[in-house]
């Protein structure tokens, strides 16, 4: 929804909070199997702390992008800078409570009943979910310190300012075909004139990735066709789709050189959307957090934390990585605070710079 997608806490420049200070578990037991032939987990992490390219989603479709630096050296960032963050919210008093997490999960679960499946579907753990929870908490508090809570009725206020932010795009659910050539294009016809479904003939004639797979479905990376907001789609896609109804299939029309023909399995119109009481409180919330932003500088606080830490990094590799850290954080903060020039690691300590061998 809209409102909901526009009032998301953004991360922090920092770090991202998307992953857990938990974990834990044997690193020599199998992950997997081929043929007896066993993975250990430690192969799998070694694996994945290396990985040079990584698969991403860009305008919808999933392709293959380098990392900008290693995800070992991204995750270990992660990690200490949350520490730093939750020692931030100690040191503030605003460390959020156990009680705090359980009604930030009713609050997501009434929202979305399905969240706490979905996390796990991810791989993540009861402890893991509480974990993400805390993390944004403690970000939140610290953003809004100082900042007068918004209540509902400011909540009602924006609502009625701001029509537009709820309102549900129409969508539609679709197969496609797309092949290269007129004499496919002629096979396809041939092959719907005799009868047979539409997914069957995208299936064996359309050349988009995964079609024989997924019967055509729309968007390619889905494996059965999805509800897509038609306002996303280019214009000459567009213009197609709002003039061919359900159940129809459309005539033949061509983008970026390539024929194209389509099915409608079903559109919703677009339809004012009325947030539910758990949608306003999180509305609410957000809004004091967007408020705070521009009032508490968190990734200043969350830099100095880490500059003043005592912080130990044991692999040769990864310490290495942080000595590059800090010092860049220990340069920026000099040119923000003369007073701390020098500060090239941290006061507190800083980074172990001995260390044990691998």
Request: proline share 5%; net charge negative.
């Amino acid at each position: 929804m809209n409102f909901i997608a526009r009032f998301s806490v953004l991360p922090l420049i920092l770090v991202t909070l998307a992953g857990c200070g938990c974990g834990g578990g044997s690193a020599s037991r199998p992950i997997a199997e081929f043929n007896s032939r066993k993975i250990s987990e430690e192969t799998y992490l070694k694996r994945l702390e290396t990985m040079a390219n990584v698969r991403v989603v860009i305008n919808g479709q999933t392709v293959s992008a380098r990392v900008a630096e290693p995800l070992s050296q991204q995750a270990l960032r992660v990690l200490l800078s949350e520490q730093a963050i939750l020692q931030a919210a100690q040191d503030e008093g605003v460390e959020p409570s156990k009680d705090d997490v359980e009604r930030r999960k009713d609050l997501l679960s009434e929202i979305n009943p399905n969240y706490i499946s979905q996390q796990k579907e991810f791989g993540l753990t009861n402890s893991d979910i509480n974990w993400q929870i805390r993390m944004q908490l403690a970000n939140e508090n610290l953003v809004k310190r100082g900042v007068d809570e918004k209540t509902l009725e400011d909540i009602e206020e924006f609502i009625r300012d701001n029509p537009e932010d709820f309102i549900q795009p129409a969508t539609v659910t679709m197969r496609w075909i797309v092949v290269d050539s007129e004499t496919k294009r002629d096979e396809v016809d041939r092959d719907l004139g005799q009868g047979l479904t539409f997914g069957h003939v995208a299936s064996e004639r359309s050349i988009v990735r995964n079609a024989d797979r997924t019967d055509g479905s729309y968007p390619a990376t889905s494996g059965v066709p999805v509800p897509v907001a038609i306002n996303r789609f280019a214009e000459d896609l567009r213009t197609v789709v709002e003039k061919t109804a359900e159940r129809e299939i459309s005539d033949w029309f061509d983008i970026q050189g390539q024929h194209v023909k389509i099915y409608i399995e079903s559109k919703v119109p677009e339809q004012k959307v009325e947030p539910t009481a758990a949608q306003k409180e999180l509305m609410r919330i957000q809004l004091t957090v967007q408020e705070g932003r521009l009032n508490n500088n968190l990734n200043l606080l969350v830099t100095k934390k880490l500059m003043d830490a005592n912080v130990t990094v044991h692999p040769p590799y990864l310490r290495k990585m942080w000595n590059t850290f800090t010092k860049r954080l220990g340069d920026q903060l000099a040119d923000l605070f003369p007073e701390r020039a020098g500060e090239a690691t941290p006061a507190g300590g800083g980074v172990d710079v001995g260390g044990e061998p691998e």
